[in-house]
């Protein structure tokens, strides 16, 4: 069974980054995203709370390096603990942002993270890869070590055979 569930492809098994960002954690909100992560059936194969350095800050969001909300994104990150996780399962990315919701909570549907704990767009609390470039980049950055590599026995659960 390992590597492979029930019922999805090995093309189709991804892992995919999450961060819980610095309001998330100051709102106490990080067992409930992981609980809704772990419900919908995704496997936590990576876990980590860090103060990010402005370093690694500037070079996760380096793709809005000429926005001018950067400075004050850099500045919000590294504000605080974030809880870094690493999520595996089939289509994960897709799975990933449909829990998470749209960057404005006024905007995300309720029954999504930002739809049912947001009312902002620079506090959303949380943070998802869009795709599976930007997931890799950002595991490689966040988990450097890589992520771990377990048999979760509940996968069997979780697609069908």
């Not at 999805?8 to 098994?13: A, E, L, Q, R």
């Not at 549907?109 to 620079?122: H, S």
Request: charged share 20%; glycine share 14%; hydrophobic share 40%.
């Amino acid at each position: 069974m390992k590597g492979r569930p029930h019922g999805g492809s090995v093309s189709s098994m991804q892992t995919t980054y999450v961060m819980v960002k610095p309001d998330g954690v100051q709102r106490g909100l990080v067992g409930e995203i992981i609980g809704r992560f772990e419900a919908k059936g995704l496997q936590l194969v990576g876990l980590k709370g860090v103060v990010p350095s402005e370093e690694i800050a500037r070079a996760h969001y380096a793709v809005h390096s000429e926005r001018p909300f950067f400075e004050g994104l850099i500045k919000f990150v590294t504000s605080g603990p974030v809880v870094c996780m690493a999520w595996r399962g089939v289509e994960a990315i897709k799975v990933a942002r449909g829990l998470i919701g749209p960057t404005n909570g006024r905007d995300a549907a309720p029954g999504t993270i930002r739809g049912d704990f947001g009312m902002d767009m620079g506090f959303n609390m949380i943070h998802g890869s869009d795709a599976e470039e930007t997931a890799e980049f950002e595991l490689n950055l966040w988990f450097p070590d890589g992520t771990m590599d377990w048999s979760c026995d509940s996968q069997k659960w979780v697609y069908e055979s």
